[in-house]
Structure formats: C-alpha cells, structure tokens
C-alpha cells in the first residue's frame, strides 16, 4: 500500500507547464484581519475603518495585502515548496483587486522553469501563482522561485528553462485595483499632507519601530496562513530555532512602514524581493526606505511610489541601514539586512488647492 | 459574610445526580474560528472555504469539531475541576451536529459516578456533560472523569458508583450529524482521492509535522476557550512551567493528521482518550495514526473510520511512535507519549466510477 | 526636505486647548472580540454570549469595555505619547455607551494642562480624550497625564496649568449607559446570586487565579490596540525586556477579578489608576478587590459598586496583597504591587422576592 502521507514534490517531480490546483480554498474574514493586526501592527488606513474605506471611495473595507498574500502563498507549499532548501526570490508580483470580508481565495500554480544546481542535489523551480476569489476573478499573481531538493541525485533531469523575468511590474500593469477620486481626502483620515507629489526619487524615509520577534507570535502567523513548511514550526528539527517564515517579516516591516507612508493605499506590485537572511525568535527588526520612482499609471485620483525597503535585525537604529547598488546584480548587504523588497504603493495625488 | 470567590466543588461537594448549568452560554464566532486556525494550523476541508462547505452539500461552513469540544469542556471546568488533581479520561464523546458562526452552546453536565481514592485524599468524579445550541439541539455529549481533591480526608464518603462506560460509540449512534452527497465531491478540493474504502484496518499513517508549542500560543488557546483552570496559567503555582491544556494537544495534533487524512469530514467520536503524560512549553509534538476500523453506519455517502493517533513528545520523527496494545486494560507507552487518542472521523465513500 | 517619519511630539510642542483628531478612526469587530477573550480570557456575561446580552435586556452583545478603552488609548500614542517617559495617571474615564460589533471609533484629545518638572527635562501634559462612534455619540471620555521628554531643555516653557481633577466620577454621571430590567435576570446566566444589595463597603475578594504573561501575548495585545509606543515592542530599545503596556494589566486584571464579580454588567467608570510598577514577560500577576462605596444612581434595575483592585506581581496569593490607605495623595506600596485602579461597575439590583 503506497502511504497516504506525502512528503511533498522533489525537483524530479516537476515538469514545465505541470499545474497544480492547490488544497483548498480559503475564505477571508474580519476574523483574519484581526488577527493579522494583532500579529503585525499594521495601521493600513483602508484596512483599519469601515469609515475609512467609504470617505476613499470603496464600497467595503479590504484585507491587507500582505495578509492576502500570505494567505496565498501559504496554499502552494504543500505542492510547492515542502522539500525547499531555500525561497530564493519573488518576481512579478501584482495585486489585481480588492478582496473583502467573506471572499474565498482558490490559487493555482503553473511551472515556468526548472534547472538543476551543478551540485545535483538540488534544483531551481520557477513557478507562476494566482489566486482568484469566489466571482472567478484574479485579485494576486506572482512569480516565485524556490529551491527544492532532488529525491535521488542520479536521476537525470531536464534541460534547464529560465524564465524571463521582470526587474520590475510594468506600469501599464499597475492600474488594475480601483480607487476613486475620494482617494484625495486621505488627510483628513490620517492627519498627514504628504501626498504622491512630494516623495522624491533619491529620498529616505528612517522608520522609528523596532519589532522584537517572538516564538509564538511568528508561528501563529504562519498558521494563520495555512502554511505548512516545516521549519517554521519544528524546535526538533530545527535545532530549537525555527525559521521566522519571511512571509512574516514582509508584514511585520510593512506595519513598521506605516511611519512615513501613513497615505498608501496599498500595494500594487512587488518588484522583486530578497530574504537576504534568515531570521528566528528574539531578532529585532528595524527598515528603512528608499523612493525609487515615482510612477504615474495614467489614474487621475491615484499615483504610484516604487520604493525599496530594507530590514535589518539587532541595529540599534534604521539610520544604520546601507541601501547597496543592485544593479547587474545581487546587492552585496552587510550582516544585519535579513530583507530587501522593491515594490509599489499605491499614493493619492494631491488635491487641486 | 461567606466569601464571594468560590474555590470550586470539592469531592465531598459532589452527589449522584447532581446537575449543573455551566455559566455562562457562549456564542462562536469567525473571529473564533480564525483564532482557531492561527493557534492550531488547522487545514480541515469543511472548516477553511465557504466554497468547500457548499460543494460538499452544507448549507454553512462548520466550526472545527475540536474548536466546539474545548469551548464546550471550558465551561465546565469552573464548576467540575477546579480542583481537579488530573484529568483522567474521556468515554463516548459524540459530535451530534454542525455549529455554525453566530451559534451560542450552553453546557449541562449531570453527575453519573463517584469514587473515593483508598489514599482518602481525591476521589474521581464521573459527569456526563452536553452541549446544545440555542435552537435547543444537542450538538456534542460526552463523558469525562477526572481526580478530585476532597477538602478533608476525614469527610465520610458516599458508596462507589462507577459508570458502565462503552469501550467505543455504538455505530448506530454515528450518524447524528447530516453530511451530503456532495460529500463525494472532495478530491475536487483537496487533490486527494483516497475515500473511505481506501483505509485498511491495521494501516499506518506516519504525519510529517513536528510543531513545537510555547507558552502564549498554549495559553492564548485556553483563555479562547475560557478555561480557567489555574495550572495552565500561573507560572508561580507550577513553578515556571504552566501545564499545557490537554485538550490543545488533542486539536495540534488534529491538525498535524490533516497529512493522510486530508478528506475527513470531521470527528463523529471520541471513543476513549488517555493524557499519558504532560507537555509544558517548548515541546516538540509528532503523531502517527493507525487505522483500527472502518465502519458503515447506513449512510450513502459517508461512512466512519475508527483511528488511533497516539502524541509524542521531543522524538525525531513519528516512525519512532509504538502502537502498545490497550486490550485488558490501559496501554503501556514509551516514556515519549503524551496521548493516546481512540476516535472516529466521517469519510465521504468513493464516488460511483 | 523635512522628513517624512514623524517621532511624535515633545512636551514644547503641545500647548493649552490643542486639539488632536488621531489617526486612524477604527472598527471593531468579532474578531477583535475572540482575540481579546484569548489574550485576556475574559468571561464577561455580556459579553460572551448573544443569549446572555438579549436576556438582559440589551438588543445586541457589546464589545468589553477595556477593549474599547485600549482601542481608544492606542489612537491617542502617535500624538500624545511616543516621547512619553511614563504614564503617570487617569482620571474622570466615564463609559457612555455601549460598542458593539461593526462601530467604528473616532478619537479626539484636547490639551487641558501643562506643567514642566524642575529637571527642565521633561514635563506633565494632561489630555481628555473622547472617543464617538459613527452616530457621533460618545462612547468613552478620560483624562490621563503623561510625562513627556522636551526636544531642547533649554526651551521657555509655559506657565504651568493644572487642571483640577475629580477624585472619583460623579454619581450623576454614572447612568450614561442604558440597561434594562433584565438585567434582574442575571443569576440564570452566572448561576451566582449575588446582588449590588449583597456587597458591602469594606469587603475583601481575593481573586482565585494568578497569570504568568509572556512576550507574544502582551505585544500581539498591544498590536491589537494599534499602540505604537517603542517601549512594548523593541528589545533592542528596553535591554531584551519589553514593557508590558499597563492597558493589558488592566485587561487581565480585569479578567481574573471575574471570579466574585461574575454579575458585573461591565464598568461605568474608573476613577483614579497608578501604574505603580512595570511588568514584564515572564512575571504572574495576582489581585484582590475591596469594595469602597455601593451607589446608586437612580436607575431601578442597575447598581453601581466603587471598587479598588490591587494588582502585584509574583506573589503566591492574593491574601498577600496589602491595602494601603491612599487619602492625602499616593499610597505607599509594597514592591510587588503594580497597578492600584479605583474603577465603578454595574451591577443588577436584587429582583423582588
């Protein structure tokens, strides 16, 4: 009798074009947003008041981004990423439209590359996910790239296929979530005047939190998503340090960047992202951002900032943190950085005087 | 003036026959059941999507069973075991139907045996306890026993009465709960087409989770239940090391079987269950499950399996769990195992070729 | 470019009659209930079940009123206190109304005294704060006074104000909240009959359970509240030990006291609090209760009892826990007490015979 407990796939296991459906779908709900509060911190103005939400100009109050992408991401592991050694990158990566208190999150997952480490031990695999909710409707997509173990290194593997990836999202690909002209009136809500406008291309913003990770507060987490990957959650197998799942560390940053962006309407992209380190319980994280561009995807109400955020663990301050060039290339980082995420928010211009 | 604060009942307080209306009724909520899913990592099909519940024929999605069974066991504590020396067993625990967001469960427990322990110091009390909702319908009933303290061993003691207890719930009583043909539909959902007729009596599932509990996520998991028994929270009490809710165990460890038993349509019943020995904060859990029957009581669509799933502490793997025979009398486990789990989950039957 | 990241204002930036609108207003919902009963576990009557509320006479289950007071707190930190040294005091904190699920919370604070220390370090800034919900009706009104570090000792300061505040809320204000005649109806419910009539001026309760508090629980806590004060989260910042924020001990405090209060209808107001010590992760705290005044405000069913809670840390017993006379100013404490609240609840009045 084959076992009924599987292991999850080796690299072998995985073909291009290979889909997978993955168990089950999820439904969101005012429930999870709490939670996800407690966990993070987050002060996101549309997630934090049904007020709020009505005075931008949406029917209902979103979930966080991240919580849904967690959410999402937390699906494919059991497919995915089981037998990872490593999650090595994101790429492509853009949140198509509101989810909502209620809405229930299928993912699916496709192959779009594969290529054995020289070691053959290991393999890269490259796939595509997209979560859509109930009405059929696609709300995230991403590019991820993870390294899995081979189940035997003699079998023979497949001709490596890389796949194109984006440096960034395109900004004709930025306009798919909707706001509305009551986007203006964010001020009013979060007591700051700082609009689209006035994030210049070059600037720092120096976030004042530092965040003490704990045991139980990160594992929860990463239950609270439904992912399954053992490190995150096995003192035994790890040694007594489990792994702080960096889906985690997004979040917890995220809330930290509250300070300084307190008028983003959310994520629209995810450029590309790095966990340049791992983190476990007892880490304290601080970031600090940089304004990469300022985008303007053709909405009248609504601009877009690329920015790039860097988290470092056990600083004594956000001004300690180096921001590296990373053009042709990995940035080379100091000890402390455990993150380096260049994404997209979403910024209301300024009202007409 | 006779002090406000009871102490809770003591041996000598408790008759045959005697009847308590736990305080206080309590409603179930999404907020609950996110809580549930963060404190747990429960995966379970019926629970996570309203998509799931409604393709499988529920009209709502359903509360985890384990979720409901601690709520339930909570409100009884103030008034059954406060002064409970050990928790010793449960018999003929039996989901009778599905609580749904918004349901208030008021519990009721009668006393049905009593008996002194010949040290003169505890004896145990035996109480049946049922759950009903607020449409009056019972939806959970079971025994428990557990050891009392008496508050002066020189108290005369009634006559032993020991209940007749069933070694395991009548077949003809697990179908109470009303499930679907839809039922049939669930390897859509979860990619798993292992059915009821798939297990074999004597078959081993080996579940690939080690999870590793610590003192806030035990304890946040108690207090949701409303528990207020003093030894899983008072560090002062239990020298540094608050004993870990048994009945955490039994819904971690739930979750952890999710691995080869993805399409479970929940507990029917607890047979019996023995909390061999006690976890505290930062041990690492595993389990491993043997298939003891599969049991056909009269439905179309579902039928029951009957498993033991017996909980280790701080091993390396859950190859490493023994299966001691428990017939004639009480199992002799390894110095590892922390419970020893006899229970029945619903199964959709394999749908007609 | 002025930066972006604003940390807070110091004791030169406020002046007499400032008024803040903090950031964010926020909706509370059923997941900020279960998560709150986890955190503090809570059993509240009101507030556990929608049977219980509706038999009281209340149309819906309100929100516990310490979640509405930490709720309400955590939006005035990014304003009042991110420079705060210590929370020295409230005062006059008046529950107006019932919160129930879906409410949505706006806050408001005006600057209503200012007093520099001798240091010309530091200075007192005393707030009243008022929280409304969406109708625009108060919900919650408080005065609390705050030490706040000045940006440049050398600054002039203002002549000192010193508002004049009540030792205690006026029985006249008392009756802001609505119950009905059920409330009569409580016993069936708590199976406790004790009265507003049964608690006399002078008696003592000595609260059963004690609780260890950990880091996870108290900062998932905090994080729930939105408060984003340095001092409860970053390790780095506090030497590895995080400051326990004093609205959670107040919360346990609140929880544990349940027991010989089980017929509170909630609280109507606090009348005077000292954080006397910090707490950290790691330490139990206890508490007893001396009832200082039974009042009545005119209402037929409902009652008011003044009560003093006395909560220390790492003792073995409430017995231990001493009552210092506090008239003439600050009472002289033992070392282990940390928190010494003056708070009025509700209570039902006996039903005729």
């Known amino acids: 009798m084959i076992s009924k407990v599987h292991p999850g796939n080796f690299f ?19 429930g999870d947003r709490s939670l996800y509060i407690g966990l993070t911190g987050t002060r996101s103005v549309l997630g934090t008041a049904e007020t709020n939400s009505a005075a931008l100009g949406l029917d209902r109050r979103p979930m966080d981004d991240l919580l849904v992408f967690n959410i999402a991401f937390g699906k494919t592991v059991a497919d995915i990423s089981l037998q990872a050694r490593g999650n090595l990158g994101y790429a492509d990566v853009r ?18 590359g594969l290529k054995e480490n020289s070691s053959g031990e290991t393999g890269v695999v490259y796939v595509r996910s997209t979560a859509r909710n109930q009405l059929g409707r696609d709300v995230l997509t991403w590019i991820r790239w993870v390294m899995i173990a081979k189940k035997d290194t003699a079998t023979p593997c497949p001709i490596a296929i890389v796949p194109d990836l984006p440096s960034s999202v395109a900004i004709k690909d930025l306009g798919a979530k909707v706001f509305g002209p009551g986007a203006r009136n964010i001020a009013d809500l979060t007591n700051r005047s700082t609009y689209w406008e006035d994030y210049e291309p070059g600037e720092r913003l120096d976030h004042i939190l530092g965040v003490t990770l ?11 998503y439904q992912n399954n990957a053992r490190g995150h959650f096995d003192g035994v197998l790890m040694n007594g340090r489990p792994l702080i799942y960096g889906g985690h560390i997004m979040s917890v940053a995220n809330a930290i960047a509250y300070d300084g962006l307190e008028n983003s309407l959310g994520l629209l992209a995810i450029n590309g992202g790095t966990h340049v380190a791992p983190t476990w319980s007892g880490d304290t994280i601080r970031c600090a951002t940089h304004v990469l561009d300022r985008l303007d995807f053709g909405d009248a109400d609504v601009g877009a900032l ?44 300024r009202p007409a005087a």
Do not use: W
Not at 96 to 109: K, M, N, P, R
Not at 214 to 224: F, G, N, V
Not at 316 to 325: N, V
């Open 12 to 30: 072998e296991d995985f073909t291009i074009g290979m889909t997978f459906r993955h168990a089950t779908p999820r439904t969101l709900t005012e």
């Open 95 to 112: 949140f198509l439209d509101h989810v909502y208190d209620g809405d229930t999150l299928s993912v699916e997952s496709t192959v779009i």
């Open 214 to 224: 704990y045991q139980s507060d990160h594992s929860i987490a990463t239950r609270l």
């Open 306 to 349: 690329r920015l790039r955020t860097i988290v470092a663990k056990n600083i004594d301050s956000a001004l300690q943190i180096a921001f590296p060039d990373c053009s042709g290339g990995r940035a080379r980082h100091e000890n402390s950085v455990v993150l380096d995420l260049d994404y997209t928010l979403a910024f209301p211009k």
